[in-house]
């Protein structure tokens, strides 16, 4: 007979591999989401494509820039601390070994060790590389895989502008008379979409995560195209 194989991936590597389809999928989310409630705004004032193009283009340019400036520096604060933290911890290695190896030993301990095991892994995984493995049990950090902030920035550039393309197309390519219901059935099976991927990788029962993406997405463009049409009544 042979072995079954087991091919899940575990740890750092499943969930730092989730962390960015999550946000990819968030990011495509907020483009489509916002994009979609400018454009038929905009529809609602007036049926000009140049001015659903340009507005539409606008909204994704500062949408998506935005979003990589925004992500860039929140992951660059979370670099700033991880290697701070590590710094610190280098620091303890160097001035306090034996109280260092007395804690990295509880700490194992309270992961369900009994005080002899747990003396002789902190002992091992000391000797084998002793930075790593305190980042790793007492930081929660893995030192060969820290947060890129340039990486998350790129992720969600593209992310977002890959989502708001959707209701900028749908937009400004069909005839006058279908530019809006177009845009509405398209975001709304896009927003169905991106709810169930969205729920899947959270292991959360879809259907809730797709009505609460496709209802705030039905209300900002009604929102926004109410808006629109009641700017065009008042010659705005």
Do not use: C
Not at 99 to 117: I, K
Not at 196 to 207: D, E, I, V
Not at 227 to 235: E, I, T
């Amino acid at each position: 007979m042979t072995e079954p194989r087991h091919d899940e991936a575990h740890g750092g590597a499943l969930g730092e591999r989730l962390n960015w389809l999550r946000a990819a999928v968030l990011g495509a989310n907020d483009g489509i989401v916002s994009t979609a409630g400018l454009v038929v705004g905009v529809a609602g004032a007036t049926d000009d494509r140049s001015a659903l193009l340009t507005a539409g283009l606008a909204g994704l340019l500062a949408g998506s820039m935005s979003m990589a400036a925004g992500e860039y520096v929140s992951v660059s604060t979370q670099r700033d601390s991880e290697m701070a933290a590590l710094a610190q911890e280098k620091r303890e290695l160097r001035e306090q070994p034996e109280a260092e190896l007395e804690e990295l030993t509880e700490l194992l301990e309270r992961r369900g060790l009994s005080r002899d095991v747990a003396q002789e892994a902190a002992v091992q995984l000391t000797e084998r590389d002793a930075l790593k493995a305190h980042a790793r049990v007492e930081l929660g950090i893995d030192p060969d895989r820290l947060t890129n902030p340039w990486h998350a920035a790129w992720a969600s550039f593209l992310a977002f502008t890959a989502g708001a393309l959707l209701p900028l197309l749908a937009m400004v390519l069909p005839p006058a008379e279908w530019r809006v219901t177009v845009t509405v059935v398209s975001v709304l099976a896009a927003l169905a979409l991106t709810g169930w991927s969205s729920a899947r990788l959270g292991a959360a029962a879809p259907a809730r995560a797709m009505l609460r993406n496709v209802s705030g997405g039905a209300l900002a463009m009604a929102v926004t195209y109410a808006a629109g049409s009641l700017l065009d009544v008042a010659g705005a």
